[in-house]
């Protein structure tokens, strides 16, 4: 049969499987937005206030659900306001598919109204990008795209669709998407891995968002369980490993417990699974581990030995070596070992208190009594981030979105949304900062629109915490530009945008104000006030090593 292109692009969105869209419309997807018009009782289109909203949010639905998200915006500007988005994705390795509009083919190169090279801008952040010329190569081009995001590791994928192939005519016939391309590993190398582990007196497993890409967490929790084998998690791995467990030894990194710090240093074995040794991991290189053999697995090669050279390497999906390797293994005890890192772990809290006040530590400990553990948590970027990693207990994979590599202030709200879009059974509660959310806050109309029952918990310290934090400690305390002094009235503002607003002030005030938040069937902004000079702790100092762990600070 024949269909527009707008009319193909719905369909192909169908066939892969697609039922939520998030999008702005404009002159140069007007024809789209025509067909969705048409398609609305199978595609759900969610309006946000800006596009980079839409972006996050369609970023958010893809974390939270596994799915690939897509996100749909008109060409230059539209286009342009996906572009922190789309690197945050790519940062993270989040599937992604984004469609924008351009002017016509006839126009192209002529500085039209609106035209933008967004292909060309967009080429370091994507997996890969398209532009679509003709009108027949539109569904081939499209499915390509689906199977490139969601294939290896992930990614986002754009898709450019000048107006005139949006109108124009083709034949078109309905496909059933590809599956995804998998990398098997070598046999060899899995077995060399699992000798080494059998060897390996104090092994540990350095746990990143590759795990829950590949859905591995049980192959995972397989391996430790049978072998023993205390796990650390990176920001984006947070999930992939129950925090109960008695083999979880925290978060890893600057800001990562001093447990795992410790583990770090002493184990004689890692095993690297989906982690790619970011600077935020492994200050100090040449340091990192420095006594112990490293097995990395991932499914891209690009990763391997690119920040810390290792002893051995495993290309495939995490879920498939993982479950080799706990065929492979010898079932084994480490108690002295477990125990250790167990006896680090109670060493050291950064335990702060403020008197009769709030304070972070108090705020997530109610949030732990109230939230269930298939609930979501997302977060912006800064010191909440960081407490968040931190004090809050996740028990299962797709229950955290947060920028981890691109560390985007103000991504928070519009993941959120598309959390709880894709999660409409499930509690989203989003943990940001004063400073973030001066960023988003346009995105409580959306919130307010689709009656989203999102908790907003804003960390509201009146300054730029996280920044200031490295002020104080490498600055000798120049607080340049990071006290606004921002009058804003958060229960004010949310009341505008037709958001019930709550505040938290005092410590008594916490269990009363969250339990009486989560009790509110509809969206719910909480502006909890704390103090300035409360820190994200423990620290290691960028390119330092674990001996250097900042642990107090005033």
Known sequence: MKLTGADIICEVLLEQGVDTVFGYPGGAVLNIYDALYKYSD?????????????????????????????????????????????????????????ITGNVGTPALGKDSFQEVDITGITMPVTKHNFIVRDVEKL??????????????RPGPVLVDVPKDITAKLCEYTAEAPKAAVK??????????????????????????????????????????????????????????????????????????????????????????????????VAGDTKAFAKNAKIIQIDIDAAEFD????????????????????????????????????????????????????????????????????????????????????????????????????????????GAAIGSQVGNP????????GDGSFHMNLNELTTLASYDLPVVVLIMNNQVLGMVRQWQKLFYDRRFSHTDPCRKTDFVKLADAFGVTGMRISKAEEIEGVLKAAFNVHGPVVVDCRISKDINALPMIPPGAGTDKIITEMN
Request: proline share 4%; charged share 20%; net charge neutral.
């Open 42 to 98: 199978r595609i759900n289109h969610i309006l946000t206030a800006h596009e980079q909203g839409a972006s996050h949010a369609a970023d958010g639905y893809a974390r939270t659900t596994g799915k690939t998200g897509v996100v749909i915006a008109t060409s230059g500007p539209g286009a342009t306001n996906l572009v922190t988005g789309i690197a945050t994705a790519m940062m993270d390795s989040i599937p992604m598919v984004a």
């Open 139 to 152: 569904a081939p081009i499209l499915r390509k795209a689906f199977l490139i995001a969601r294939s290896g």
């Open 183 to 280: 990398v098997s590993p070598d046999e060899e190398a899995v077995l060399e891995a699992a000798k080494l582990i059998n060897e390996a007196k104090c092994p540990m497993i350095y746990a990143g968002g590759g795990i829950i890409s590949a859905n591995a967490s049980e192959q995972l929790r397989a391996l430790a369980e049978k072998a023993d084998i205390p796990v650390a998690s990176s920001l984006m791995g947070l999930g992939c490993f129950p925090s109960d467990h008695r083999l979880y030894c925290g978060l890893i990194g600057m800001h990562g417990g001093y447990g795992s710090a410790m583990a770090t240093d002493n184990c004689d074995l890692m095993l690297v699974a989906g982690a790619r040794f970011s600077d935020r």
């Open 306 to 413: 690119k920040n810390v050279l290792v002893d051995l390497r495993i290309r495939g999906s995490a879920d498939e070596v993982l479950e080799k390797l706990a065929q492979s293994v010898t079932a084994t005890r480490r108690s002295e070992w477990v125990n250790k890192i167990a006896g680090w772990n109670d060493e050291i809290h950064c335990s702060q208190k403020d008197g009769d006040n709030a304070t972070p530590e108090a705020i997530f400990d109610e949030l732990n009594k109230l939230m269930r553990p298939d609930d979501i948590v997302c977060t912006d970027v800064g010191q909440h981030q960081m407490w968040t990693a931190q004090m809050y207990k996740f028990k299962k994979p797709r229950t955290f979105a947060s920028s981890g590599g691109l560390g985007t202030m103000g991504y928070g709200l």
């Open 425 to 432: 059974d499930k509690r989203v509660v989003l943990i940001t």
